[in-house]
């Protein structure tokens, strides 16, 4: 639990009532514009049971609920991953941990992304296991656990090929000498870890090579007697594709979300817990070489109805979608027309004669027998699927 004096800290740093420009809102703002996202928390358990099915249950499952779970909203996908039997939790950030604290959740808490300087004593006072790799994190971790009368698990990750995070090779034994010399009575090394680059690319080679190099960096550990009880290594694509590279402890985001980076790769038995939904709010019949908003980027080819939808790239609805993407009205598929814009979106419903005001409109998820998935949005847009199911903004009302 976050202690009170922290929390108060927190609250501290909120808007002041006193202060000139303060504009005091209503406790809940009821939301009218139709424009939702709703998430099935039943899909992220039942995702959850699946990922554990396939991992079996000597290996333990950290749910990666970093970014907001993914969009999903962070506590509630927390509850649901530990409801389904995950050990743990994974956030980037110190202010992800203590906002899972803040919300009672007392699982193991693994922070991804490393301790930023000072914020140490967050971690500490939360009991969150951040990763490091620098003889600083573990000098800085020691010093505020010290000063807290307290200790602090850690896990260790080692850069076998990401070059992004965690220490290389040759740099492991300073980092043991430094944990076993000066840190070792208040920090636990709990875990030893790395990140895959490419578990979701068809070549397998790089992911081979990184865990070579995994491999020799555990008989480092080995030979000085270091035996972290949590070697970790994959994320969703990685479990499903390298069971061998299970080892303790699995870290799946995307699938349990019910997606993938790479839909070859997707785990049996997921499916996507979020629906995008909205509604038509006007119906408008162009003339045949009307041209449509910003940039008159098309031209109507004959008279046509269209759907203008209350949803645009301030909601995380990407821009580039304009031409490519499809959504739902009445179970079948209409093209997304022109521009998206920042609030709004045009359809062409021509198709549908009976289309009204009020339809609903599926962005992305089912309708019928249609489903729009995230994937769908990701290769007509460019972009990953993980950055269409994050995209998806505050602005958008969860339920
Ligand atoms: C260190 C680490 N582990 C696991 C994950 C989860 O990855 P995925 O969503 O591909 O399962 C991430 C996500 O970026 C990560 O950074």
Not at 363 to 391: F, M, N, P
């Amino acid at each position: 639990m976050v202690p009170e004096s922290t929390l108060a800290q927190m609250a501290a740093r909120g808007p002041d009532p006193l202060q000139p420009g303060f504009i005091r809102t209503p406790a809940t703002t009821a939301s009218v514009r139709p424009t939702v996202a709703r998430v099935d928390t039943t899909a992220l358990i039942d995702n959850m049971r699946a990922i554990r099915r396939v991992v079996g249950d000597d290996v333990r499952v950290l749910g990666v609920v970093k970014a907001d779970g993914y969009g999903h909203g962070a506590v509630q996908t927390a509850r649901c991953a530990l409801e389904a039997g995950a050990w743990g939790l994974a956030v980037s950030l110190v202010e992800e941990g203590v906002e899972l604290r803040s919300a009672g959740i007392t699982a193991p808490v693994m922070v991804l992304g490393g301790p930023f300087p000072g914020s140490e004593p967050l971690v500490v006072a939360c009991g969150l296991r951040p990763v490091v790799w620098d003889v600083e994190h573990l000098r800085r971790l020691a010093s505020a656990a010290r000063a807290a009368g307290g200790r602090c698990a850690v896990h260790l990750k080692i850069d076998t090929g990401m070059s992004r995070l965690g220490c290389l090779l040759e740099e492991l034994p300073a980092v043991l000498d430094c944990f076993t010399t000066e840190c070792a009575d208040v920090l636990d090394l709990e875990g030893v870890m790395t990140h895959l680059a490419c578990a979701d690319e068809r070549d397998d080679a790089p992911t081979l090579r990184q865990l070579d190099v995994f491999t020799d960096a555990l008989s480092v550990f080995e030979r000085r007697g270091l035996h972290p009880t949590i070697r970790h290594v994959c994320n969703s694509a990685g479990l499903s594709r390298f069971p061998s590279a299970r080892y303790d402890m699995v870290r799946p985001g995307i699938a349990m979300y019910g997606s993938a980076g790479n839909t070859d790769y997707l785990l049996d038995g997921i499916r996507p817990a979020m629906t995008v939904a909205s509604r038509v709010f006007g119906l408008r019949t162009l003339p045949k070489g009307a041209q449509v908003s910003y940039g008159h980027t098309a031209t109507l080819i004959r008279e046509s109805v269209i759907a203008i939808v209350p949803v645009g790239y301030e909601d995380g609805y990407p821009a580039n979608l304009s031409g490519s993407a499809h959504v739902l009205v009445q179970g079948r598929r209409c093209p997304v027309v022109g521009r998206v814009t920042m609030d709004t979106s045009l359809i062409d419903v021509t198709e549908i004669p009976n289309a009204r005001v009020g339809d609903e409109v599926i962005l992305l998820g089912r309708q019928d027998t249609e489903k729009i998935a995230a994937h769908d949005l990701a290769s007509w847009s460019g972009i990953t699927t993980y950055e269409v199911l994050c995209g998806i903004s505050k602005r958008v009302p969860r339920s």
